[in-house]
Nanobody, 125 residues
Framework: QVQLVESGGGLVQAGGSLRLSCANS????????MGWFRQAPGKEREFVAA????????YYADSVKGRFTISRDNAKNTVYLQMNSLKPEDTAVYFC??????????????????WGQGTQVTVSS
């Protein structure tokens, strides 16, 4: 059973930065494609970023491209989301997701098998 635990959320002013972490308990973390999604109040969960099992391929939503960076450390079973130049519209609960696959471009909710509980990110104006 894979467990995903997010951390690093919090309250930050517009223009600030946060780094989210997601620890994956799976023994074969290096074989999992990982993604980040977010859900704002009253809105559907949306794709933010994804990274392939090797880390060689990354994908981003247009709304975060150039501001957010997804990365992974397979030795630490952890995936990160570095968020810079944060905007109030980035306020949401952020979720990490995982799938045991060699596929790379996974941007849909149904592309993932495992989900974390989420971490709140609030950006004040």
């Amino acid at each position: 059973q894979v467990q995903l635990v997010e951390s690093g959320g919090g309250l930050v002013q517009a223009g600030g930065s946060l780094r989210l972490s997601c620890a994956n308990s799976g023994r074969t973390f290096g074989s999992y494609a990982m993604g980040w999604f977010r859900q704002a109040p009253g809105k559907e969960r949306e794709f933010v970023a994804a990274i392939s099992w090797s880390g060689s391929s990354t994908y981003y939503a247009d709304s975060v491209k150039g501001r957010f960076t997804i990365s992974r450390d397979n030795a630490k079973n952890t995936v990160y989301l570095q968020m810079n130049s944060l905007k109030p519209e980035d306020t949401a609960v952020y979720f990490c997701a995982a799938r045991l696959t060699s596929s790379t471009r996974l941007e849909g909710l149904r592309d993932y098998d495992y989900w974390g509980q989420g971490t709140q990110v609030t950006v004040s104006s």
